[in-house]
Nanobody, 115 residues
Framework: QAQLVESGGGLVQAWGSLRLSCAAS????????MGWYRQAPGKQRELVAV???????QYADSVKGRFAISRDNAKNTVYLQMNNLKPEDTAVYYC?????????WGQGTQVTVSS
């Protein structure tokens, strides 16, 4: 059974850093496009960053230059390095795996940035 497990969230002060991890099991990780999404209270879930199976990377404009997504196919893990965090980055961050239109989601990890 496919499972995505996020970790690394927490409370951090503005301008601080966090590194999120998402460990996948039950899928052929290397052929999945892997992404991070976030959802703040009262807002829709939005794309933060994605790294395709071929290594193509895309970021939301709001995080360009501050966040970095990477994947380790040997460890079935995708990472999100978040630097220079802002209070508006506060949200639940979700890991996503996508293959041929089939999506899987993790349970989410809370990131709270205090001013």
């Amino acid at each position: 059974q496919a499972q995505l497990v996020e970790s690394g969230g927490g409370l951090v002060q503005a301008w601080g850093s966090l590194r999120l991890s998402c460990a996948a099991s039950g899928i052929i990780f290397s052929i999945n496009d892997m992404g991070w999404y976030r959802q703040a209270p009262g807002k829709q879930r939005e794309l933060v960053a994605v790294v395709t199976s071929r290594g193509t990377i895309q970021y939301a404009d709001s995080v360009k230059g501050r966040f970095a997504i990477s994947r380790d196919n040997a460890k079935n893990t995708v990472y999100l390095q978040m630097n220079n965090l802002k209070p508006e980055d506060t949200a639940v961050y979700y890991c996503n795996a996508r293959l041929l239109g089939v999506e899987r989601w993790g349970q989410g990890t809370q990131v709270t940035v205090s001013s």
